[in-house]
């Protein structure tokens, strides 16, 4: 169904307040072909005035073909520059959070709470390593009586860090904890609702309203006693974690995470209690992202203004996790969004602080140079679904002999700067470009580099050299050569990289006819500039900046480019290059590439990535590159792992365990493996895995295919086994390859 617009003054079909538009009071219009839900509501498309003054608002399709339109919305403050969402600011304890503050970082224990002296040891260390809170779960009574201890002997040793209660399933734990914490944590999705069995119930009007009265009862006395102690909150929806109730309206979606928290929120402001901010947590970073959208389109609309908790949950650990939470929460700061964050690693609570912070930081910079481009109208992007916006891959031409149509790969490419000197070792090299052949796994799903960047070319008489190159090219894989190499030391059906510059001066119509031409571009160039592309018969684009660029977003240059190409139906591949300056901390590359390259992946903006970084590990470089594509939901290389970081509920050693489980399964690419310590979380969060492990009872896994659990209370020495043998009865698996 095309866009199109309504006024914004029509009245249809009212609804009822929590509506699935969301907002309190508003009307809604038919839209052709409806579809009615199990429950008997009317499929509906909210039409609200987004343009104040206006009395249209645009519609488009909710998604490509779908037939509920939904207005375009705002979700941040700009979108050709980063500007930080202004929000009030909330106080915990003597800590405040809002846009006029830093952005705070944060973390959670992961000791027995009922061990005061453990537990107050970890919380120093955390402090001492920087931290602005500490979270702390609190299950029960016996740990709600050791926190106001906990509270006590850290004051005694003057340590003043707010704590914060993280609360599920316990409404009477937190009304006690909130007299001596700074901050109570709540899930909606459990708090007062009955713990998802992932049944699709039926709902009517009467029933709905009945839950909510049901909430409104058990959440208010936290709210009032929250209001008479000064204490702070945190409305933290969890995609893992959603009712019953909440699902079978909404299904396991964004959209059912925002309404889920704005039913509490609601609360808190009929009650006139203001101080508390939103999460909207998921293991799957595209999810997290589209849930943080909808939420602050829909604040907007309300005029809300209350800050945002940023995290990626089970991100996992190492690489993968910092990954991970760079894609999440380094998208969403690109956009101005984001007060306070936490980077979720299965490893020790202290070492999330230095990540953490090194996000925060670039976050702070983006905010504080109001990094971006020349304003530009945005048509093409989907702020709240994915929808991929894929460049037409090259295709081998007429009469040649050698299949080119390798040279980028239909799911997300990876592309590789090449040097001489790595060139002159072609059997390692060979060994780095592809990853091992795993018997019986697709081609399509191995971690192999799709084209090389090689800067300089071997001299013509570099018999070795040049015979390398001619067997890369022979498989398939493209080689990329500088326009100025290729003029003198030319190397047949290699690609040219040329820029503007070189297109504008015609100095590329020296190559033989036929040759094929990448592109540089950095996407602030003027139109009258790009325009050049028309005429052009481009296999792809490399769009890139140079890192030290301090006023111009990588992010907003991409995604005005893609607004042009998009204008003017242009529809080269492009490859995201970020070159990285020798030095940088491995930690920082990850971080950057995953926030640069990530938040327009995650959008579906662009095909491919080439990280150069002259003094880092040619593997590290290669395996950054593929964890990037597999978080951005993009090309699946690997096991994919759904890692919690651990807390005082988990009933057996995550980190152990992890890497355990990691040493026998890491091959197995397609897999999804969700490793959780207890079930708060754990089975929501597998609806993103094929199979989980799930600490049910001390010394005991339960082990679940997708949501349900197959096996119950196994014995921790045989779990992982058990586990095997659970992925081979469903025939995905195969065995490792044999160590050379």
Request: glycine residues 8%; hydrophobic residues 40%.
């Amino acid at each position: 169904m095309a866009t199109g617009t309504v006024p914004a003054s029509f009245t249809g079909l009212k609804g009822r307040d929590s509506s699935i538009g969301f907002a309190k009071s508003m009307d809604f219009v038919r839209v052709c072909d409806l579809k009615r839900f199990k429950s008997g509501r009317t499929r509906i498309s909210v039409i609200r005035n987004s343009n104040p003054g206006s009395d249209i608002a645009e519609l488009k399709p909710a998604s490509e073909g779908s037939p509920l339109l939904v207005p375009r919305q705002k979700y941040c403050e700009s979108i050709h520059k980063t500007v930080r969402r202004k929000t009030r600011t909330v106080m915990v304890g003597n800590v405040a959070i809002g846009s006029e503050h830093p952005i705070r970082i944060q973390t959670m224990t992961t000791t027995d709470t009922k061990d005061v002296a453990a537990t107050v040891e970890q919380v120093m260390r955390i402090a001492d390593k920087g931290a602005d809170l500490v979270r702390i779960t609190v299950q029960g009574k016996k740990e709600a009586d050791a926190c106001f201890d906990i509270k006590n002997t850290l004051v005694q040793k003057n340590y003043n860090i707010p704590l914060v209660a993280d609360i599920h399933f316990a409404p009477s734990v937190a009304l006690r904890v909130a007299e001596c914490f700074d901050k109570i944590r709540v899930n909606p999705g459990n708090f007062a609702d009955r713990r998802a069995q992932f049944e699709k119930l039926e709902y009517t009007e009467d029933d709905y309203q009945k839950e909510l009265e049901h909430i409104e009862q058990v959440f208010t006395p936290l709210v009032e006693k929250c209001k008479k102690y000064g204490r702070a909150m945190r409305i933290g929806t969890n995609h893992g974690s959603l009712s019953d109730r909440i699902m079978s309206y909404y299904g396991d979606s964004p959209r059912g995470m925002v309404e889920s928290a704005f039913e509490f929120a609601r609360i808190c402001q009929k009650l006139d209690y203001h101080n508390f901010l939103f999460s909207m947590k998921a293991s799957n970073p595209v999810i997290m992202v589209q849930a943080y959208r909808l939420l602050v389109a829909e604040m907007y609309v309300q005029g809300w203004d209350y800050p945002l908790h940023l995290g990626v949950t089970e991100a996992g650990e190492g690489e993968d996790g910092r990954m991970k939470s760079a894609i999440g929460i380094g998208t969403l700061l690109q956009d101005g969004l984001g007060d306070t964050i936490r980077v979720s690693l299965t490893e020790a609570p202290e070492e999330e602080i230095d990540p953490c912070r090194r996000l925060a930081n670039l976050g702070m910079r983006a905010a504080d140079l109001q990094q971006g481009v020349a304003p530009f109208e945005e048509k093409h992007r989907h702020y709240f679904d994915f929808q991929r916006r894929s460049g037409q891959l090259p295709m081998q031409k007429e009469g040649e002999e050698v299949d080119y149509r390798g040279v980028l790969h239909r799911d997300g490419s990876v592309l590789m700067s090449v040097s001489l000197n790595q060139l002159k070792t072609p059997e390692l090299l060979y060994k780095s470009l592809a990853a091992k052949l795993v018997v019986g796994m697709p081609f399509k799903d191995l971690a192999t580099v799709d084209s090389i960047l090689l800067r300089q070319l071997p001299p013509v008489d570099d018999n070795d050299s040049r015979l390398a190159l001619k067997r890369l090219i022979d498989v398939s894989m493209g080689v990329i050569t500088p326009l100025s190499e290729q003029l003198t030391k030319p190397l047949p059906n290699a690609i040219v990289l040329v820029n503007s510059k070189e297109l504008s001066t015609g100095a590329y119509k020296l190559l033989p006819e036929g040759t094929r031409l990448v592109v540089s571009v950095r996407g602030d160039e003027p139109y009258e500039v790009l325009d050049i592309l028309k005429g052009i018969d481009a296999t792809m684009l490399l769009h890139d900046l140079p890192f030290s660029e301090d006023k111009v977003s990588r992010v907003h240059a991409a995604r005005r480019l893609f607004e042009y190409l998009g204008d003017n139906s242009l529809n080269f591949p492009v490859i995201h290059h970020i070159q990285f300056p020798s030095g940088i901390h491995r930690d920082d590359l990850v971080i950057a590439a995953g926030t640069n390259a990530g938040a327009l992946l995650v959008d579906g903006l662009g095909d491919g990535l080439l990280l150069e970084a002259p003094d880092k590990d040619f593997d590290f470089l290669r395996n950054t590159s593929f964890n990037l594509l597999q978080g951005c939901r993009m090309r699946n290389t690997k096991t994919e792992y759904v890692s919690c970081p651990s807390c005082g509920r988990t009933l057996f050693d995550l980190q152990e365990i992890s890497a355990q489980i990691r040493e026998k399964t890491s091959h197995l690419p397609g897999v999804s493996i969700a490793i959780m310590g207890c079930i708060v979380n754990g089975p929501g969060e597998m609806a993103d895995a094929d199979f989980g492990y799930v600490g049910g009872a001390p010394g005991k896994i339960d082990l679940y295919v997708g949501k349900t659990v197959v096996k119950r209370a196994i014995e921790m020495e045989h779990a992982t086994d058990a586990l095997i043998q659970l992925i081979k009865d469903h025939g995905r698996w195969v065995d490792p390859p044999a160590e050379e």
